[in-house]
């Protein structure tokens, strides 16, 4: 699968995935040596390419769908593939559509994909092979214990980054604790993480065209993945150079948005995300806010951690603070000023072990 696939595709891989009503047709006709033209969307800027056949208006089945592939003409389906509108269609899609196909339900496929934006399925009688058009994207489907397969391995290859990732967290909380941050901590724990948000999304993308038989890989997925796009917005938060221009939205995307090769060079992705400190002096010390220790609290609520950052700006100024000057910012109390204090007493102490156990 390729690296980034288009939203719309993917919406239309989603149509003819394991478990759906469609797919399970497509099936039957591939296993009947059978060929068929599937154009999912009944609305006018279809039906202005189609001619001849006849309304059929009937709701969707497997067996109907196989059954009328059967004659030559194409197959229209309502937009969410429940209902069959007309069969035995000729599709005219402009001819000056540029294709790259050869054989004739293929090349028609690509045309009719390209210029009206809907999704189309060919399926090869002699190959046997599915292949779906969505605009200017084609993909054809794999067998799915051929995707499961590459699917695993990627998430294997999650497993060991997560892991590595699960290093470089730790050991920016012990820094953090010691107030010895530097902008080499803070950005490699924020290019593992990226890079772990991006093997999860290419395993999102097979998942996809897994449908019903990847539950038990989503399973893992979500494990893996829990907490690690919000420990990536809490670290930005604690250390990205808000102003009018640029807020944490933008930070994000400037992140997800970097090509590989930005991404893997430190000054490259401090300068781009405006990180406190010298973006050029790798060891440049930076002070954290201390949005990610304060996440750390259970349960604590949003309002009462952005006024206590708010008020003592940073991680070390916070730690140092005692139940009382904790209680005195607005809305915090007592009772909240002795859980925090507690809390981050435990994780700093927890930190510190782990660096020097």
Sequence with gaps: MAARRSKALLEALAIVAPGQPLREGLDRVVKASMGALIVVGDGPEVLNICSGGFLLDAAFSPQRLSELAKTDGAIILAPDASRIA??????????????????????????VARSIGVP???????????????HDDKHQLEPIPSVLSRCNQALQTLERYKQRLNEVTSNLATVEVEDLVTVRDVVTLLQRTEIVVRIAEEIERYLVELGSDGRLVRLQLRELMAGVEDDRKMVLLDYFQPDASWNLEQAMETLSG??????????????????SGSAKDADGGLSPRGYRM??????????????????FQTLDKLMRATIDELAAVDGVGDPWARTIKESLGHIAESSILDRYS
Excluded: C, F, Q, W
């Design 86 to 111: 007309r069969a035995n269609v000729h599709l005219v899609p402009n001819p000056n559509t540029p294709t790259t196909e050869t054989g004739t339900r293929h090349r028609t496929a690509e045309r």
């Design 258 to 275: 970097l090509e590989m090769e930005d991404l893997l060079e430190p000054e490259a992705v401090a300068e781009s995300l405006h990180l």
């Design 294 to 311: 304060l996440s750390k609290v259970p349960r604590l609520p949003d309002g009462i951690a952005e006024r206590l950052v708010d008020e």
């Design 120 to 134: 189309v399925i060919s399926v090869s009688e002699d190959m046997a092979v599915l292949t779906v058009y969505m």
